[in-house]
């Protein structure tokens, strides 16, 4: 009696746990920020120092993004962002940086998502009707006359 207490309790203390998390651009040792001096570095040099961007706009190659998060989870609980940083490199013709721009995560902003459902064509199928509608159906019976080949 005493083993599947102990592991009941085992078990709901590792569901209390938060887990933390990194995503996107990891700054190296030695960086306290991503910088760039305007006028003097160009695509090139800012390649070299931070590798690939996270993002850059589809059809323009004028601003390039890196961006990181930090977000702590914990149990069934939504996950928490607990910083965001991105920094925008713009560039002009040349490929010369002309500014760069910090954005954090008190620059957000939240937006709500639209929760409509585009209707489409068809029967609308009820969970019951899901469940067993493909019970007793066969797979289509091959035509004997139809052969393989002329």
Not at 15 to 23: L, N
Not at 24 to 36: C, D, H, K, N, S
Not at 72 to 87: G, I
């Amino acid at each position: 009696m005493r083993t599947p207490l102990l592991l009941l309790a085992a078990l709901s203390a590792t569901a209390c746990v938060s887990t933390r998390d990194r995503h996107g651009y990891v700054i190296e040792r030695g960086e306290t920020e991503l910088e760039a001096m305007a006028g003097v570095d160009t695509r090139e040099s800012v390649l070299a120092r931070f590798g690939e961007p996270s993002f850059r706009p589809a059809l323009y190659d004028d601003v390039w993004y890196y961006a990181s998060a930090a977000t702590n989870t914990r149990a069934f609980y939504q996950t928490e962002t607990m910083s965001r940083q991105v920094v925008a490199f713009h560039f002009d013709d040349d490929g010369t940086v002309t500014n760069v721009e910090n954005y954090t995560l008190a620059d957000g902003q939240n937006i709500n998502m639209v929760d409509r459902v585009t209707r489409t064509r068809g029967k609308e199928l009820t969970f019951l009707e899901q469940l067993i509608g493909g019970v007793g159906q066969m797979p289509g019976a091959v035509d004997p006359d139809a052969g393989s080949g002329p």
